[in-house]
């Protein structure tokens, strides 16, 4: 891997609790949709913990996009609120890309992807990809939140899913008891019946799972309960959000 120096363009909130944060693109920067990065701040000093200096982000943009974009849970640690008050042209650096478990491999097999959270990110670089390339294959996004106000980039997803023929959003909401308007989508969690449901016309799909450590754990056992392969599961844990 190689680092790459970038300056902050723009941040932006997203969601309760959720940022973006729009970088320049390096020159010579190519990744592939579903990788990651780490994020350096550039006025570390010696001696500091590396958890507070450096933190890994799935990538929101596309290869195609002129910007780099990451986004985040904007938790309250050393790093995350240094990077929140950076002054816009502020220098960083990039690490990366890495991570091959969640870039769909060619083909033109179904890909069912299972997001919590800020574990979205991943998808929005496949998703806004299959867009710009005119994707054929069928394309299934199961999100979960709490509610609404808490889902990163829902209104793009679901201009997405109109724009996309073979893009089929769910988006399902826990905790609407919470929420300050009403959701006339899907409510409750995924269990076993629904993921059978949804997943029913697809052909041997391929599933990636991205989002907190729990989700993961609990939508894998899931699958393998339902008879999916192992080998047809691939997962992204989001460690620390």
């Known amino acids: 891997m190689s680092l790459y120096p970038t300056r902050l363009s723009a941040s932006s909130l997203l969601a309760t609790g959720t940022r973006a944060f ?7 920067f190519d990744f592939s949709p579903g990788q990651a990065v780490d994020l ?3 006025d570390a000093s010696e001696g500091e913990a590396l958890q507070d200096v450096r933190h890994a982000f799935s990538l929101v943009s596309a290869p195609h996009e002129s910007h780099v974009v990451l986004a985040t849970r904007m938790r ?6 240094r990077l929140a008050a950076l002054p816009i042209g502020s ?3 990039l690490d990366g890309p890495f991570g091959s478990a969640l870039v769909p491999p060619a083909g033109q097999r179904p890909l069912v992807m299972i997001a919590g959270g800020i574990g979205i990110t991943p998808f929005m670089s496949i ?3 299959a867009a710009s390339q005119g994707w054929q294959r069928s394309l299934l996004l199961l999100y979960v939140n709490r509610c609404p106000q808490d889902a990163a980039f829902l209104d793009e997803l679901q201009q997405l899913a109109e ?5 089929r959003l769910i988006a399902t909401m826990t905790r609407m008891d919470d929420a300050d308007d009403s959701w006339g989508g899907p409510r409750g969690y995924l269990d076993e019946a629904a993921i059978r449901d949804f997943c029913a016309a697809l052909q041997d799909p391929l599933y990636l799972l991205s989002g907190p450590p729990a989700l ?3 939508m894998r056992d899931l699958l393998e309960d339902a008879g999916v392969d192992d080998d047809a599961i691939r ?3 989001f460690t620390g959000y």
Not at 22 to 28: D, I, M, S, W
Not at 76 to 81: E, F, G, Q, R, T
Request: proline share 6%.
């Open 22 to 28: 729009v970088l320049e693109k390096p020159e010579g």
């Open 40 to 42: 350096l701040l550039a």
């Open 76 to 81: 309250d640690s050393a790093y995350k609120n």
């Open 91 to 93: 220098s960083l650096q």
């Open 127 to 129: 998703l806004r990809t």
């Open 163 to 167: 724009q996309l023929p073979a893009f």
């Open 216 to 218: 993961v754990e609990s």
């Open 235 to 237: 997962s992204e844990s």
